[in-house]
């Protein structure tokens, strides 16, 4: 029998209640269960590929070309699973299937409801993930805060699965804000009480309270929220503010969640294998040596845009022992002397012509002063856009995403993307397999010669500038293995000691225990990089001590 565990959240959103799911996860699956982890969005989106990221933050992209809400990403990179797009239910998506069905006439003459067939609906998509991935456990996240118009038909799903399925099957977490007033820092309970209010007056009783406050919730707190809230001392847990999201599961596991999970769903298990976690952690949490990137990006404002990012390079730094500082820069305001001092630079996903000429003008500051460089997907084709007007003397080359003119686009629309009229799921999206040539900086960095990663684009370099660009010394060292699609460039070592593009995303398939080579070989380049600066510094103070003008 599969078990259910259900997450909500009260008082308001931004509670890492993405992360207490991963974590919950994370924690299931180390004692030796089969774990899946589904989130649900009330908004009418079919997904997020059409959203901006100020609205929810990054758009991740799965293997099965899904462009899903962020958190898919936090349950991967904690799980080590993959996941498929059916792991996102969105209020679009599951209202588009009952009015198909209502068009094929499959409901037979009845009148078509929220309740009972929206609801129905809700209970076979999650029902769906669990047979297909043969789970024991499933754990349902759902966005949004109890008592939003649009979540309901959502709780009212999980209510109903919970009177189905029974008590021993199905579990509610709920997880709220405790937070601190006054010049004495008390602990304040209230708002989670009246959640839980509200969470009951839609008939459910959550099993499990996990307050998020900046300290640890103290003994009498708990005890308070317990009485009030009608759970256990022992599943009121606290969720203190961290050094880094990847302690979180520790923080749970070390307040005895996991068992009392695993007693309340009559589950069994004995193992409990969290050593690589762990190593992980005790890497990242103790640094020897920190670098700083440059991100010149358009939404640099939210940081939530580039999460995937950031942990890639987090989890990367860490085999390195090293801590990355990111230095955040808006591309519309690029100047050089905003990166003084870096040691590297990531140049990411985008859209559109804001912050274009920023970032060309950030890459052409890494190339020509050998700065170690990244480019990613739209920070690729921008890296093309540079070569050809810097090296190749192009002055008006530029992608045809936002100038019609050029007559050099040396960045166009893919031949297939000619016809598309709608925006939502059309783009080239998912995992493709790449070629990489041997010898070349990427096949140092993989190891191998066919890889696959994760794609989310329209454009590409054009297929009539590839013989001039290759010549100028522009590098492609992987393709789609037709040949014709360019997906990395680099230039050669003699050149520069590290810049490379991929038309492809590496970040979404980063994980902790598993960092992608593209941002491991970034770090290494950012430590060389900062190595020898420091050597040049130290001879200089030398030199500088010695010299009778320095005394
Ligand atoms: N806008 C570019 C394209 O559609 C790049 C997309 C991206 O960076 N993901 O090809």
Redesign the pocket.
Known sequence: MTKYLFVTGGVLSGLGKGITTASIGLLLKARGLRVTAIKIDPYLNCDAGTMNPYQHGEVFVLDDGGEVDMDLGSYERFLDVNLTSDHNITTGKVYKAVIEKERRGEYLGQTVQIIPHITDEIKASIERVAERTEADVVIVELGGTVGDIESMPFLEATRQMHQERGHENVLFVHTTLVPVLGAVGEQKTKPTQHSVKELRALGIQPDVIIGRSSEPLKDEIKRKISLFCDVPTEAVISNPDVELIYQVPLVLEEQGLTDYLLQRLGLTTSDRDLTEWKEFLENALHPERTVEIALVGKYTDLKDSYVSYVEALTHAAARYRTKVRIRWIEASRYRDELMEGVDGLIV?????HRGAEGKIEAIRYARTRKLPFLG????F?MAVVEFARHVLGWEDANSA?FDARTEHPVIDLMPEQKGVKELGAT?RLGAYPVAIAPGTLAHRLYGKTQISERH?????VNPQYIAELEKAGLVFSGRSPDGRRMEIAELPPEEHPFFLASQF?PEFKSRPTQPRPLFLGLIEACLARSQRTETATETQAKGAAASPSGA
Do not use: K, L
């Open positions: 990411p996903v985008g859209f559109g990613i997907c739209y920070g084709q995403e783009m989310r684009h329209r454009y590409e995303h």
